[in-house]
């Protein structure tokens, strides 16, 4: 057997580096942390074998530094990516989390690259449903009421049919005054007919149960000699272009 050999400073720094930069792009693509965890040992793993087998031919290669640097970089890369997708997701679950279900939020935080860009929606032509609604009557009974009863009443009744729309799966879009607007087969695109069958009917049922809703409003309110009101309703189904303005 010959003399061990020795690499140069200048080679031992970039052996290191070479292992850290692994352990980045490990913690870069492989965001699950199982899977992260197995990458981590197999790395590991060949790091020992390889340089024992370039020991057994008589050249020594750092072992520690290069463990460590794998180790640190993949751990602060790992942990970065997780705070970011935590700040993504509560960013998303904030702009969505009063207008959608929880089920749709889900899949719009499952799919958002490939409809969010930058904490907005990519702007894209679908086929959806909208819903109109208003209250017949609004301007004349609202004239009647200071503003402090005004606002408490048109948040009760908003609150009221917002529960309605988000129970059949609809995206409430704006409030207009009286008036909701709501949207049923956005932000994720139907393709199919089935699909976007289904969100006409969820858009029906909604209004059928918004209708019920508003009776058992307007039973509430008889009771503090509030006027009871009733609703219009306008309901189609068509293409438009779904995105975020402002």
């Known amino acids: ?22 352990g980045i792009v490990l913690g870069l693509r492989l965001r699950f942390l ?28 750092p072992v520690a530094a290069p463990v460590l640097s794998f180790l640190a970089a993949a751990a602060i890369v790992t942990a970065y990516l997780s705070y970011k997708e935590k700040a993504d997701r509560s960013m998303l679950m904030q702009l969505f989390s009063r207008h959608v279900s929880s089920d749709v939020a889900e899949a719009i935080w499952r799919d958002r690259d490939q409809f969010m860009n930058n904490g ?24 009647k009421m200071d503003p402090q009863t005004l606002m408490d009443w048109l948040n009760e009744y908003m609150d009221g049919m917002a529960k309605v729309i988000i129970i059949h799966k609809g995206v409430i879009n704006k409030y207009i005054g009286d008036a909701v607007m709501a949207i049923f087969g956005v932000p994720v695109a ?34 503090r000699d509030i006027s009871p009101v009733h609703m219009r309703v306008g309901i189609f189904t068509g293409p438009l272009v779904a995105g975020c303005l402002g």
Request: charged content about 20%; aromatic content about 16%.
């Open 34 to 61: 199982s899977r992260l965890f197995f990458s981590i040992i197999g790395g590991l793993v060949i790091l020992v074998v390889f340089t024992y087998y370039i020991f057994m031919r008589g050249l020594w290669l």
């Open 190 to 223: 139907k393709k199919t007919y089935d699909e976007i069958s289904s969100d006409a009917i969820n858009a029906v049922e909604c209004a059928l149960d918004m209708g019920d809703e508003l009776k058992r409003l307007n039973s509430s309110w008889g009771q």
């Open 120 to 143: 907005r929606p990519i702007p894209q032509k679908l086929t959806a449903t909208v819903l109109f609604t208003d209250l017949k009557g609004f301007t004349s009974i609202s004239e």
């Open 1 to 22: 057997e010959g003399p061990l050999t020795f690499i140069t400073e200048k080679y031992e720094w970039a052996w290191i580096f070479l292992w850290a930069l692994i």
